[in-house]
């Protein structure tokens, strides 16, 4: 019965049926977080674990089927690890290596040259989850002096039992798109900590709810104008045949919509999190924070007219385990540079094995690269400086901005495109401007440095 139901309903909004299964699942987290706040908040550990299990596993089999059994498997072997191996480094390589062959093997057997909503979306979302559970399990062994801030507020001093590492793991809030949290803030939401009324539920129906209505007007924005700018577009004769000036604006504009599908989902997912209390921050100012799960700056995003802008205003939970797991652990290699090449390249390969993003991350590193030269050319240099703050800046920002999508675009292109006869064919018709834009900003910038800096000031970042 529910199947037809789902047919006509996903011929009626002109979407797959996987992705209205997927996008059913995502609002059928506030009812559950409703059911959590009025008949389980005040009952036994226990009993909530086996409602987040359940939960959780629900969604895994109306998405997957019984393909299910990828995450469950998973899960449990992680804990085996967990109990078997300790808080030891050992402990920490074999989680790593068994979770990310499995989602890399995952890739390999399902992948097609389409964006397909499949088990492994979820599993990649749940092998950040278990390798960093096996991080912080491995932090709770060390002395406090040893740790970072963040790794004190992460770190298990006992290993969790079977029940504890299911229920974080299939919890509705982050099982199926994240964000990614970790099981000592799982704990805590368990043990009814996470509220600003403490021995109550959280006063956090309205900061949901404001956080539903954004994300479902993002989600109305993606409904209207995407099937205006479908990534087919791209390998059309049509396309092909557009002025110049034309393709690039396409590039513009087609980044900016296609990124509001991700934008619309991780917003009304965090309005979950944030009912269930899981979103709480703690008070700042005598006002409750709830944006602890927060996997978006939709202001930010909007606004910021800079690359590192967009980054640090998108993904940010998945962007925050990277720096905490990897970047920052990679400390031994005495290279920040270095340690930023290793994380990009772990999140390429976790991303999947299509060529499209390797050329996309990449390219992230050489953008950012010129950005943050180009940053310190404005900042050092007195015209570029007066000119910045000038009553030309609201022209220059209009400026930025375009250059900003475009160039966001740009590097979207292979990631979304995946395989390198579509994503090649793509930057043929453009002539490579991206490629050839950045290139040319990187050699010239020593030169524009040494005529717009002056000597002094030049001497002095030398010396530093």
């Not at 001093?157 to 949290?181: A, D, I, T």
């Not at 059309?236 to 919509?257: G, N």
């Not at 090449?341 to 772990?346: P, S």
Request: glycine share 6%.
């Amino acid at each position: 019965m529910a199947a037809p139901l789902l047919e006509k309903l996903s011929e009626s909004l002109g979407s797959p049926e996987p992705a209205v299964r997927l996008l059913l699942s995502i609002l059928i987290g506030y009812p559950f977080a409703l059911v959590y706040r009025r008949f389980l908040f005040y009952q036994s550990a226990t009993v909530i674990h086996l409602f987040h299990t359940f939960s959780g596993l629900a969604l895994a089999a109306f998405n997957f089927g019984p393909q299910l059994y990828h995450s469950a498997v998973c899960i449990f072997v992680q804990f085996l690890m967990l109990r078997l191996m300790g808080r030891t480094v050992t402990a920490v390589l074999s989680s790593f290596t068994f979770q990310m062959l499995y989602l890399l093997a995952g890739y390999y057997y399902t992948a097609t040259d389409q964006y397909d909503i499949k088990w492994t979306m979820p599993h990649c979302v749940l092998m950040l989850k278990l390798v960093g559970l096996s991080f912080d399990y491995y932090d709770g062994g060390k002395e406090a002096s040893q740790l970072s801030s963040e790794q004190k507020k992460a770190a298990l001093q006992s290993v969790p039992s079977l029940l504890e590492v299911y229920g974080f793991s299939y919890f509705y809030g982050g099982f199926l798109v994240g964000p990614q949290f970790t099981l000592r803030s799982y704990q805590r939401l368990v043990a009814g900590e996470l509220t600003d009324c403490p021995g109550k539920p959280p006063n956090s129906v309205i900061p949901a709810m404001k956080r539903f209505a954004l994300g479902f007007v993002c989600l109305i924005i993606y409904a209207i104008f995407s099937p205006y700018y479908p990534n087919s577009y791209y390998l059309t004769d049509e396309y092909e045949a557009q002025p110049f000036w034309y393709r690039c604006v396409f590039i513009l504009l087609w980044a900016k919509i296609i990124l509001y599908k991700y934008v619309s989902c991780w917003v009304i997912v965090e309005g979950v999190c944030i009912l269930s209390g899981l979103g709480y921050n703690g008070i700042v100012d005598g006002e409750p924070q709830w944006d602890a799960c927060a996997n978006m700056k939709v202001w930010l995003f909007e606004t910021t007219p800079l690359f590192g802008g967009t980054i640090a205003s998108f993904n940010i939970n998945t962007n925050a385990w990277a720096a905490r797991h990897v970047f920052k652990r990679l400390k031994f290699l005495g290279n920040k540079t270095l340690s930023h090449v290793a994380t990009l390249f772990f999140l390429t390969i976790w991303h999947g094995l299509h060529s499209g993003y390797i050329l996309c991350f990449s390219m992230e590193f050489f953008i950012i690269t010129v950005e943050r030269q180009a940053l310190a050319l404005v900042r050092d240099s007195p015209l570029l400086t007066k000119l910045a703050n000038s009553a030309l800046y609201p022209l220059i920002y209009i400026v930025q901005q375009f250059i900003h999508w475009l160039f966001m675009g740009y590097p979207l292109v292979p990631f979304c495109l995946f395989t390198y006869d579509k994503w090649l064919k793509v930057y043929s018709s453009v002539y490579f401007c991206g490629h050839v834009f950045f290139l040319v900003a990187f050699l010239i910038m020593p030169y524009l440095r040494k005529a717009l800096v002056p000597k002094k000031e030049r001497s002095q970042k030398k010396d530093e």
